[in-house]
């Protein structure tokens, strides 16, 4: 990987990064669907003037389904899980929990795709959802406490995105990636506006409200899907997906430096181990030397 591709990989974890961050400003005042709606409205809109600038515009009426549901499993419905879950959870925790997504996907792989997993993945899933429980060690239950619930609310999550992503490679394979990216935005958009518009606060927002929520959909939703995107043609899938592994640093940093979060031992602890189990689940960590024949018998 060039420095220059390093830098963009760093940046989009940044990005996504203080997705959490805003979220743990905007959601308590907009409200979780409100505020998910304003979010992918926005990316709709940034990103169509972008794919429409680039001739891109006939491809998005090919795959309006697919896309649609892409939409709801990859956007609409995540976002607005993880709006729910930062009005209880601090912005660096929930950005941990977001790290869980590749097992997710695998996992999903597995029962609907049949794709094989070897034994170091499964592994891999053992080791990060111990991290998981360490994670988690301490806290109440869900009936006493309403952290819990917005646990449960960002792992479903998590698992909505690794539905989408093996979805999208079913349905989507044939997509560009920037369609995907645009037109499941826009998918989103349609399936939230309406509930969106019915649930809006009954309080204008706080200027630092509106603030974090046009950054949201600007710089965390539409040019982080232009950066994602632009790394994946670069460097390829499996690179990019490395970001997995600086998210929740971002996460936490941004919230320790501008919302004074602490960063516990527990926190810490549970991020290096989902960290590793996310790279055995991956393939990012093997046990196949380099050059070594990575086929199975």
């Known amino acids: ?60 009426t090919n795959d309006a389904i697919p896309l649609l549901v892409v939409g709801i499993l990859n956007a609409a419905l995540p976002f607005t899980l993880f709006a729910f879950a930062t009005i209880s959870l601090a912005a660096g925790f929930s950005s941990i929990l977001n790290a869980t997504a590749p097992f997710f996907t695998a996992i999903v792989a597995y029962l609907w795709l049949r794709e094989r997993l070897t034994r170091f993945q499964v592994a891999g ?33 998590t698992l909505s995105y690794g539905f989408a992503a093996n979805y999208a490679r079913k349905y ?49 939703t539409a040019l982080a899907f232009v950066v994602y995107f632009h790394l994946i043609r670069n460097t390829g899938a499996t690179q990019a997906i490395s970001v997995t592994f600086l998210i929740p640093v971002f996460g936490m940093l941004w919230g320790m430096l501008f919302l004074d979060e602490e960063i516990t031992v527990n926190m810490a602890a549970g991020t290096v181990i989902i960290l590793v189990g996310t790279a055995m689940t991956t393939g990012l960590l093997s046990l196949n030397r380099p050059g070594a024949n990575a086929s199975s018998g």
């Open 172 to 220: 989507l394979s044939h997509a560009s990636p920037m369609t995907i990216a645009t037109g499941s935005q826009i998918g989103a958009a349609l399936a939230l506006l309406p509930l969106a518009l019915w649930l809006q606060p009954a309080e204008m927002p706080s200027p630092a409200a509106w603030s974090s929520a046009v950054a949201l959909g600007v710089l965390s």
């Open 125 to 157: 899933l053992v080791v990060g959802f111990g991290g998981v429980a360490i994670l988690l060690w301490g806290k109440q239950s869900f009936e006493t406490d309403a952290s819990g619930l917005a646990v449960a609310a960002a792992l479903i999550a």
């Open 1 to 60: 990987m060039k420095l220059s591709e390093f830098l963009e990989l760093v940046l989009l974890a940044s990005l996504w990064g203080a997705s959490f961050l805003f979220m743990r400003v905007a959601a308590p005042e907009f409200g979780p669907v409100a505020l998910a709606g304003l979010r992918v409205v926005i990316a709709a809109v940034v990103l169509t003037l972008i794919f429409v600038v680039n001739g891109g515009s006939k491809e998005l």
